[in-house]
C-alpha cells in the first residue's frame, strides 16, 4: 500500500542555517506530492506541491523535487527564519483514489 | 473561494459524554471530505472520509462515528467519549475531480476528555 516516511524531528536551527527535511514514499501508481506546514494551535496549510516526476515545487524560499527514480521528495530552504518554526507533514496523493497519505510530521525550531 | 469551517475551536468534555463536531465548507460542490484526528506531538490519523452525501469509509475502528446529511456538510460524533479521544480534530476537503488532489484543511477543533 502507499505510504510516506519522513524524517524524526524536532530539528533545531540557528536562524539563516540551511534546511532539509527528507521525505519518502511507496506509491503503487503516480501520485502527486505535497508539504504542508501547521503552525502551532492551527490546521494545516499547503505549503508546496508537485504532480509529476522531476517537478519541483516551491514557495515562500522552500523547494522540493519530486525524484521517482529514488521515491523521495526532500524539503529545502537555505536560510530558516524563526517564523519558520512549525510542524512539517509530507503527504501523497494518487489521482484516482480519495484518499491522502500523510508523513508522522517533522518539528522544526529555529532559534535566533 | 472556497472556506471551510469547523466549530468549536475548542471544546472540553467529561468521560462519558455525548460528542459532535460540524464542518461546512462553502464555495465548492461535491467535496469530498475527511476528519483526522492529531494526538499530542504525534502525526495525522485518518478517520472517516466521504465521496458522496450518506456515504461514509471508516479507516479504524473505534467510538467516533460520521455522517454527512448535506453535500457541504460533515459531522463527527460520538455516543460516549473516552479519555483516548482528546485531540486536535481536522476536518478537510478535496475536490471530487481535480488535477492534483489537493486537500485543504479547517482550523481544527481541540478536545479534552477529562
Known amino acids: 500500500g502507499d505510504s510516506v516516511t519522513q524524517m524524526e524531528g524536532p530539528v533545531t536551527l540557528s536562524e539563516e542555517a540551511f534546511l532539509t527535511i527528507n521525505c519518502t514514499y511507496t506509491a503503487t501508481g503516480y501520485p502527486s506530492l505535497f508539504w504542508y506546514v501547521q503552525y502551532p494551535g492551527e490546521g494545516l496549510q499547503l505549503l508546496l506541491k508537485a504532480t509529476k516526476a522531476d517537478d519541483k515545487g516551491s514557495n515562500k524560499g522552500f523547494e522540493a523535487t519530486y525524484r521517482k527514480e529514488t521515491t523521495s521528495f526532500h524539503l529545502e530552504k537555505g536560510s530558516v527564519q524563526v517564523s519558520d518554526s512549525a510542524v512539517y507533514f509530507c503527504?501523497?496523493?494518487?489521482?484516482?483514489?480519495?484518499?491522502?497519505?500523510f508523513g508522522s510530521g517533522t518539528k522544526l525550531n529555529v532559534k535566533p | 473561494s472556497q472556506t471551510i469551517h469547523q466549530w468549536p475551536a475548542t471544546l472540553v468534555q467529561p468521560v462519558g459524554s455525548p460528542l459532535s463536531l460540524e464542518c461546512t465548507v462553502e464555495g465548492t460542490s461535491n467535496p469530498n471530505l475527511y476528519w483526522y484526528r492529531q494526538a499530542a506531538g504525534r502525526g495525522l490519523q485518518l478517520l472517516f472520509y466521504?465521496?458522496?452525501?450518506?456515504?461514509i469509509s471508516s479507516e479504524v475502528p473505534q467510538n467516533l462515528s460520521a455522517s454527512r446529511p448535506q453535500d457541504r456538510q460533515f459531522i463527527l460524533s460520538s455516543k460516549k467519549l473516552l479519555l483516548s479521544d482528546s485531540g486536535f480534530y481536522l476536518c478537510?476537503?478535496?475536490?471530487?475531480?481535480?488535477?492534483?488532489?489537493?486537500?485543504?484543511f479547517g482550523p481544527g477543533t481541540r478536545l479534552t476528555v477529562l
Open positions: 478537510a476537503w478535496s475536490a471530487r475531480r481535480a488535477s492534483s488532489n489537493e486537500q485543504f
Open positions: 503527504a501523497l496523493s494518487e489521482l484516482n483514489f480519495n484518499k491522502f497519505y
Open positions: 466521504s465521496v458522496g452525501i450518506g456515504q
